[in-house]
């Protein structure tokens, strides 16, 4: 006698989030790489013009790890977009800095970054869209809001914080 796989019970949320954010991921790197830049690049554009910011600060934000991080502004400074700086408030600390034209690349790509948010949610009717975005901040505010402590690392999908 074959064993038979269990009957699922609930819906399968996992999936749901994984391919969405797969996919969701895909389409902003592909909108991006038209100009240049990563989703990361973006990332660390955008919150560095917010207020003057450490590269660990924006490591944080970006929930990138120090290799990633310093990668990711070494393309930065390589393009013109950026540049380290001594910190205005910690000479031992490194801010990074916007450059002009980083700071119209940051603006273009946030145009670009709202536009795929935008067709995505504009896929959707209304009243679905409106449910949807107040349900999945719900849930990122709430019961999903901070991870369960596991003795493995899971391997986290970079999330929004830009």
Known sequence: MTAMAPARTETDLSFLLDHTGHVLRSRMSAALAEIGLTARMHCVLVHALEEERTQIQLAELGDMDKTTMVVTVD??????YAERRPS??????????????????????????????????????????????????????????????????????RERKN
């Open 75 to 80: 393309a930065l400074e390589k393009a013109g």
């Open 88 to 157: 205005s408030t910690d000479r031992r600390a490194r801010i990074i800095a916007v450059t002009e034209t980083g700071a119209e690349v940051a603006r273009q790509s946030q145009r670009i970054v709202d536009g795929v948010h935008r067709d995505a949610l504009g896929s959707l009717p209304d009243d679905e869209r409106e449910v949807l975005v107040r349900a999945l901040n719900r849930l990122v505010t709430g019961h999903l809001a901070e991870p369960a402590e596991s003795p493995q690392p899971v391997r986290r999908a």
